[in-house]
T-cell receptor, first 116, second 108 residues
Framework: DTGVSQDPRHKITKRGQNVTFRCDPI?????LYWYRQTLGQGPEFLTY????????KSRLLSDRFSAERPKGSFSTLEIQRTEQGDSAMYLC??????????????FGPGTRLTVT | ELKVEQNPLFLSMQEGKNYTIYCNYS?????LYWYRQDPGKSLESLFV???NGAVKQEGRLMASLDTKARLSTLHITAAVHDLSATYFC????????WGAGTKLIIKP
């Protein structure tokens, strides 16, 4: 499968624990995005990378959230001290950007987080 | 603040009927996407609309864009059960800005 992959697909954790998700983009794609989606809503942008550089981070994103893409390939999203309000589907997407502007994003299957 | 509004948010219809989902947005944009999402699944790109008057069709789905009215429509012709899903529109404004989605249930 050469699409975007995410791991794990499901995560149940207790409030206060830290969790880390992984995203492997389409291999030649240089941009990688993280979104959060709650039930009945569209995806909410969290952050994106171009290669290894984190170029934008949502102002709505708590300091408990951090993302990395150390070698410009896979990315990790960590949530520290999870809260019940963090329960959501976390989606990763990638795109191949050939310049400035927007390029079509391809989405992974998502990681569903449940905080109890 | 850029807003993308879809309506209806929920639609239940019988097979064989026609219906239209509307997507209004509040600022200029040169690109609009329609996505499909099945329950518990990720997002599948259906259409990208790039210019005023653009119309794209795939099977029983047809999408159009009126940039002057800041309106896109997704028309379903002779609906079948397999089209049951949630449909999102998303507008490009540096990043993708999403509507809340229209949950479509098509009853046999």
């Amino acid at each position: 499968d050469t699409g975007v992959s995410q791991d794990p697909r499901h995560k149940i954790t207790k409030r206060g624990q830290n969790v880390t998700f992984r995203c492997d983009p389409i291999s030649e794609h240089n941009r990688l995005y993280w979104y959060r989606q709650t039930l009945g809503q569209g995806p909410e942008f969290l952050t994106y990378f171009q290669n290894e550089a984190q170029l934008e981070k949502s102002r709505l994103l708590s300091d408990r959230f951090s993302a990395e893409r150390p070698k410009g390939s896979f990315s990790t999203l960590e949530i520290q001290r999870t809260e019940q309000g963090d329960s959501a589907m976390y989606l990763c997407a990638s795109s191949l950007a050939r310049g400035q502007g927007y390029y079509e994003q391809y989405f992974g299957p998502g990681t569903r987080l449940t905080v109890t | 603040e850029l807003k993308v509004e879809q309506n209806p948010l929920f639609l239940s219809m019988q097979e064989g009927k026609n219906y239209t989902i509307y997507c209004n947005y509040s600022t200029t944009s040169d690109r609009l996407y329609w996505y499909r999402q099945d329950p518990g699944k990720s997002l599948e790109s259906l259409f990208v609309l790039l210019s005023n008057g653009a119309v794209k069709q795939e099977g029983r789905l047809m999408a159009s864009l009126d940039t002057k009215a800041r309106l896109s429509t997704l028309h379903i012709t002779a609906a079948v059960h397999d089209l049951s899903a949630t449909y999102f529109c998303a507008v490009v404004a540096y990043q993708l800005i999403w509507g809340a989605g229209t949950k479509l249930i098509i009853k046999p």
